[in-house]
């Protein structure tokens, strides 16, 4: 398959991750090596929905995230457990949306541009085995249609894992 997304950025939100996720589907199918995937689906993400910044926290143990790939300014390289919007939905194993993340208490500010986010878990054999985090550098950016697709996308995801 050519490595090419074919997206329409001016049709509504819904229609852009409707066209996007069987392309990333696609663009994935063939491959195994799961750092390659996840740092293709970041790009595909950044490069469809113009994204802020978007990347991948791993699980490498049962109590800290380290940085994977990521499209965007610099990251936070580790995130324990608890600590931030990666680290709460990696303690709870759910998505969280958050409109302003100056108002989530324990937010660890990686840049201060960004300002609202949506992270989502990836689940293998039952565990958190990454994180799929989204920043805005707008408030009050993500709403149910971005859960909905991108949690659609986690499942796409979690079959590779």
């Known amino acids: 398959m050519a490595e090419q997304l074919f997206f329409d950025p001016a049709a509504p939100k819904h229609e852009q991750y409707a066209e996007l ?50 499209q965007g300014p610099i990251a936070c390289t580790r995130i324990p457990k608890g600590r931030g919007v990666c680290g709460a939905a990696f303690e709870r194993g759910e998505t969280i949306l958050v409109p302003d993340v100056d108002a989530f208490p324990g937010h660890i500010a990686c840049s201060s541009d960004s300002k609202s986010e949506i992270v989502l878990p990836a689940f293998k054999e039952g565990n958190v085995a990454l994180i799929l985090d989204v920043d805005s550098d707008q408030l009050n950016d993500f709403d149910e249609t971005d859960q909905q697709f991108l949690e659609q996308l986690m499942r796409v995801i979690e079959a590779k894992l």
């Open 21 to 70: 996720i069987p392309q990333i589907e696609a663009l994935i199918s063939y491959e195994d090596d799961l750092i390659a995937n996840l740092a293709n689906i970041a790009a595909a993400l950044k490069q469809a929905m113009g994204f802020f910044w978007v990347g991948f926290y791993i699980a490498r143990t049962d109590d800290m995230l380290v940085l994977g790939p990521f």
